[in-house]
């Protein structure tokens, strides 16, 4: 995977192949981060990526200096990995936990202006996350859910989002936070 744009760009990082992940596209990652360029100002911002596997998203945030970053993911191969890669490029605003995603947002007591959340494609529960985020508070005022899916696949929430942006085979539905959403 490469870093496509901030203080690392070009850094290509390497994930052990062991780990059982999905890493999203630069052509998807190049096209949300132009669309992100535009509303937030990194450097001001926190963001916790959810189901962060080898870290690809939580590396283009720090990249372009985001203020805070949150990770989690449950595999402790992901979170080795992500630690020991957040320490190389020495992004000190930056933690990884290890913890399963849903029982993270049912304890989480942080707020945070940008949540991605990418996980396994297969993963039924999906659908619930963009609920779970607004009812426990998760996203700031003015904040983004970005959740990625299949393009295919079309989520069942009662939540619906506010655009679907579509590279190839990935899909980005991004939520805005609204108050009483």
Known sequence: MRIISGKYKGKIITAPSSLPVRPTTDFAKTGLFNILNNYFDFEEISMLDLFCGTGNISYEFGSRGCSMITAVDENSGCVKFVGETFKKLEMTSAKVLRSDVFRFMETCSASFDIVFADPPYELTATDT?????????????????????????????????????????????????????
């Open 129 to 181: 996350i963009p609920e779970m985020i607004f009812r426990k508070k998760i996203l700031n005022e003015n904040g983004w859910l970005i959740l990625e899916h299949q393009s295919k696949r079309k989520l069942v929430s009662a939540i619906e989002p506010d655009e679907i942006r579509k590279y190839g085979n990935c899909a980005f539905s991004i939520y805005k936070y609204k108050p009483g959403k």
